[in-house]
């Protein structure tokens, strides 16, 4: 049943990236080029997506579980750091260079052509490297201390 | 065009759907780069087989909606869909969420990380068009 849910989940998700627009990488640059020609359909898009989420979040509050029995997710931390900025910041660049972000560039894989799978196979290296890169990084600054 | 909106609005709300279903009924954050990235870095172990068919599903079902039918119009030069890629990959994972996870799951529950997330992003995405667009000319 958690894996139905799944496959369910992500194929709504996708359907709604390619009909909202969101694999079209022009019309997602439109909407970050603002001091340009700027396409507002983005916009509609978050709060149309919005819309279910805040009610899903209003259900899900007093309740412990979710309907299959797993616990609901913990509150959101109120901490903020460094990490959270400039991962946001260097994906944010990434995001108006190419026009994909994680989501749609999954969802276009079938039809994206061979760049659409470089980006995607950059995307996924990067991923994967991260921990290693992390581990290194700590190491380098444990030595230097 | 006027039909645009409507096309975003629907699909955004199939993309809350989405996430709202995933929530109620698994207990599970619908973030693009999390459910992935778990994969992919070994951090996903546990949950793999529900993370795997997720991604299945989200290549699946617009596969079969547009036949292979559709246009990303992503750009054919290889060094910057390679080093947009890897920033967009390496960002997600060290911010820990993306468009879906920061911003629609966070933002929905007035989440401070969701907010400041997607503020950062947005604004480094408008920037990031900015230069590379009208001032280098590159995209």
Not at chain 1, 43 to 59: E, N, S, Y
Not at chain 2, 50 to 66: C, D, H, K, S
């Amino acid at each position: 049943m958690r894996l139905f849910i799944a496959l369910l989940a992500g194929g709504l998700f996708g359907a709604g990236l390619y009909i909202s627009g969101m694999t079209d990488t022009r019309k997602v640059q439109g909407w970050l080029d603002i001091l340009g020609d700027w396409d507002p359909t983005l916009a509609f898009v978050l709060g149309g997506a919005i819309i279910p989420m805040a009610l899903a979040w209003r259900l899900a509050k007093g309740r412990q579980h979710s309907v299959l029995g797993s616990p609901l997710p913990a509150p959101s931390s109120p901490i903020l750091d460094g990490k959270l900025v400039l991962g946001s910041a260097l994906f944010g660049a990434g995001w108006g260079l190419s026009g994909l972000c994680p989501g749609p560039a999954i969802a276009s894989l079938s039809f994206g052509g061979w760049q659409g799978l470089l980006f995607f196979v950059s995307m996924i290296a990067a991923m994967a490297g991260l921990p290693t890169l992390r581990k290194l990084w700590t190491r380098r600054q444990e030595v230097s201390i | 065009m006027p039909a645009d909106w409507l096309w975003g609005l629907v699909g955004g709300l199939m993309i809350g759907s989405a996430a709202a279903l995933f929530l109620l009924v698994s207990g599970r954050i619908m973030g693009a780069s999390g459910l992935i990235g778990g994969l992919v870095d070994g951090s996903g172990r546990q949950n793999w087989a529900e993370r795997a068919v997720f991604v299945l599903g989200l290549i699946a079902v617009p596969a079969v909606v547009t036949a292979g039918n559709a246009e990303t119009h992503l750009t054919s030069n290889a060094a910057i869909i390679i080093c947009a890629g890897l920033l967009v990959g390496f960002g997600t994972r060290l911010a820990n969420g993306c468009t879906s996870g920061h911003g629609v799951c966070g933002i929905s529950r007035l989440s401070l990380r969701g907010i400041v997330a997607t503020a950062c992003y947005l604004f480094a995405g408008a920037l990031s068009v900015y230069l590379f667009r009208h001032m280098l000319g590159w995209i």
